[in-house]
């Protein structure tokens, strides 16, 4: 599926946050999609062209940004690194969510307060996940754990959405970016220790006699341990 021009992203956008708008100032029961096309100066048919029903409204960007994603992951080499390319794709993703500020702050208060727009914010974070999930487990190495793709997959989720979230939260106040790159550091931690294990302590097993002397030993040698840093 192609790009949508420049002019068509602009009337789905301007739909959308109008009806963010109304919801916020009428709440979102009471608001029709009607009234959405109207204050929009759209019709209703323009209004269902964009979007497949009411509760898609806040959602202008997500199916463009699942797109680009897949596009991304796709050109991966087969050389670079699934991860990398994760979280390359992941970045791309906060980078566009913070070039629509207004969107994201009044989507942010919505979803807080219809749990039926809060439960579709969750099932389009779980179209993300299938994805990058679905594209580890064809990158990864052959003998990696089952559980690594999905794993990932979810734990880079939670990372862009906290990264996000909180600067939803804060309308504008956090370093999203910052906060998402010390999260994907943190993978890239765990990723290369899934890689290169640290080896297992050898522990040393002895039968010594059961005697006061023995006893004061052991203990000191307890306390010693438990003071260490």
Same mark, same amino acid.
């Given at each position: 599926?192609?790009?949508?021009? =420049?002019? !068509?992203k602009?009337?789905?956008? =301007? ?28 019709s ?11 509760? *898609?409204? #806040? ?24 991860? *990398?390319?994760?979280?390359?794709? /992941? ?14 702050? =009044?989507?942010?208060?919505? /979803? ?13 974070? *779980? ?5 990058t ?28 959405? !906290? ?29 290369? *220790?899934?890689?290169? #294990? !640290? #080896? ?8 010594? #006699? ?19 840093p």
């Amino acid at each position: 599926m192609s790009e949508p021009t =420049r002019e !068509s992203k602009d009337t789905k956008y =301007r739909i959308a946050e109008t009806a963010m708008a109304l919801f916020l100032e009428q709440g979102y029961e009471t608001v029709t999609v009607e009234a959405v096309a109207e204050a929009s100066e759209v019709s209703r048919r323009t209004v269902f062209r964009y979007f497949g029903g009411k509760d *898609e409204l #806040p959602f202008p960007d997500h199916s463009g940004r699942l797109r680009r994603l897949e596009s991304h992951l796709n050109a991966a080499g087969p050389d670079e690194d699934p991860v *990398e390319a994760v979280i390359g794709g /992941t970045e791309a993703s906060l980078r566009d969510f913070l070039q629509h500020p207004q969107l994201v702050f =009044r989507r942010y208060r919505l /979803t807080r307060r219809v749990p039926e727009l809060r439960n579709r914010e969750i099932v389009e974070h *779980e179209r993300y996940v299938a994805m990058t999930s679905a594209f580890l487990r064809g990158r990864l190495a052959p003998d990696a754990p089952g559980f690594q793709a999905m794993g990932l997959a979810a734990l880079i989720d939670a990372m862009h959405r !906290s990264a996000l979230g909180g600067w939803a939260r804060s309308e504008g106040a956090t370093d999203a970016m910052a906060e998402l790159q010390a999260g994907m550091a943190w993978v890239r931690g765990l990723t290369s *220790e899934f890689a290169h #294990p !640290s #080896p297992v302590r050898q522990m040393l097993l002895a039968t010594l #006699p059961d005697t006061p002397e023995v006893r004061r030993t052991l203990t000191a040698l307890r306390d010693s341990a438990t003071e260490l840093p």
